[in-house]
């Protein structure tokens, strides 16, 4: 295995060569396996521990068992313990995700603190097999089939080519100890009843089974790639982006033949789990929406908007005193006095000073809201039939500001100013208000 191992490292992580290593171990006997072959091969490594704390003396003992291996070969080491049981508790989390967060975050911060270049985990080849078959027992999409990558960012898993049968093997030929964790016997967990019950099966039924499926999943993962490629190349025909709002062309979406298909890979890493309904949105009326925890999909018109739910209080209110050169947030917008109108547009308006109630208020809009629109003298509009009218979707509804004097609209920003402030002959007093790009 070690020469295995070695054309492994020299293949598919030359990146690793001359790096400063850090490898989770945990103490078990894939980890210890690892860390047996780096340190055979001469790397720079150091050696990270997490107790969780969560089998009493046996988490101390497979943390003290650590500690004197690393103090009898030298290598370094960083250890820390978590009370992981009160973290899953507080944040609402299975003890499994609780432990995973703690552990990857403090790796993290090791990297960052310590100046190391990668983290290394001892998941193989079995690992793989049996993360494919709960994807697939819970159902999944081609993603889910891939399997565990050989790299994520800084995580890297060198030993994915190798099986179960091969690190034991390599154990005992080669006198490593390990310590045996007592909650891989527990059959609570859906990954040990497929380890312990469902893959001897497999590899009964063929002996080759192992080899058959890291081909299989070589397999899958190209058909992957290509789908990844073929979904860039339609999402610039389809796909247009302004900041953090997406928009969905429907009349290009729907001429493909499996719009499904591209649907659900442009937006499954944004939460959404309810895809029948997505996939109704195409044909549903405009201002249908769904929801996923910080997103939403809007139907409007012939498009999607994807954006990102706006958490700011609906009721904020910008205070706009009299004599003050303008504001910077939510919006930049100038205010000084001039004498006379130059250039008038939506977004630079001449209002009476006379006229106005100080101070002036910038917030939302509201259902209710009507205003005079400049030009309609005597008329007045509801705010939510000038949107209609100008073909405003929701997510730009939310997004405009309106600008009060009193209980009166002066502005609605950068959209139409109010016939009530507008300067007039006897005017001796301008106020030119100015939205910035």
Same mark, same amino acid.
């Given at each position: 295995m070690l020469e295995n191992f070695k054309r492994q490292l020299a293949d598919k992580f030359p990146f690793l060569e001359n790096k400063k290593l850090l490898l989770a171990t945990?103490?078990?006997?894939?980890?210890?396996?690892m860390l047996d072959l780096f340190r055979k091969v001469n790397s720079d490594i150091a050696v990270a521990h997490c107790n969780f704390q969560l089998r009493a003396l046996e988490s101390f003992g497979d943390q003290n068992f650590i500690q004197d291996y690393a103090s009898k070969f030298d290598v370094p080491i960083f250890v820390t313990q978590f009370d992981t049981t009160a973290f899953a508790r507080d944040y609402k989390l299975s003890t499994q995700v609780a432990a995973r967060e703690l552990r990857y975050n403090w790796f993290y911060e090791l990297l960052e603190i310590e100046e190391y270049d990668y983290i290394l985990t001892a998941h193989h080849a079995d690992d793989n097999l049996e993360t494919f078959l709960i994807n697939l027992s819970r159902g999944t999409g081609l993603d889910g089939l891939t399997g565990i990558p050989e790299q994520n960012g800084a995580i890297v898993r060198p030993l994915l080519a190798f099986s179960r049968e091969d690190i034991l093997n390599y154990a005992q030929s080669n006198g490593i100890e390990w310590r045996e964790d007592s909650s891989n016997a527990c059959d609570k967990y859906l990954r040990n009843k497929i380890r312990h019950d469902l893959v001897p099966i497999l590899k009964e039924l063929n002996p080759q089974f192992m080899a058959i499926f890291q081909k299989t999943q070589s397999h899958l993962q190209d058909a992957s790639a290509m789908v990844e490629d073929a979904s860039t190349m339609v999402y610039q025909q389809v796909v247009s982006q302004e900041e953090e709002v997406y928009y969905i062309d429907l009349v290009q979406l729907l001429k493909l033949p499996n719009y499904k298909s591209y649907l659900y890979h442009w937006l499954k890493d944004f939460g959404f789990n309810s895809w029948d309904d997505i996939y109704d949105l195409v044909d549903s009326l405009s201002g249908k929406q769904i929801l996923s925890s910080d997103f939403r999909l809007l139907k409007d018109r012939e498009?999607?908007? $994807?954006?990102?739910? *706006?958490?700011?209080?609906?009721? !904020?209110?910008?205070v706009i005193e009299q004599g003050v050169a303008?504001?910077?947030?939510p919006l930049k917008m100038n205010i000084a006095k001039v004498k006379e109108i130059f250039d008038p547009s939506n977004k630079s308006i001449f209002v009476d000073e006379d006229r106005l109630e100080f101070p002036l208020l910038l917030k939302k809009w509201n259902e209710g809201a009507v205003f005079q629109p400049l030009g309609m003298e005597g008329k007045t509009k509801k705010l939510s039939k000038f949107f209609k009218d100008e073909k405003m979707s929701l997510i730009d509804k939310e997004n405009t500001w309106i $600008?009060?004097?009193? *209980?009166?609209?002066?502005?609605? !920003?950068?959209k139409r100013a109010d016939e009530r402030f507008k300067v007039k002959e006897y005017t001796e007093?301008?106020?030119?208000i100015q939205l910035v790009p």
């Open positions: 945990s103490g078990g006997l894939d980890s210890m396996v498009r999607l908007i $994807l954006t990102p739910i *706006d958490t700011t209080d609906k009721e !904020v209110e910008y303008g504001l910077k947030i $600008l009060w004097s009193g *209980d009166s609209i002066v502005w609605i !920003v950068g007093n301008i106020l030119n």
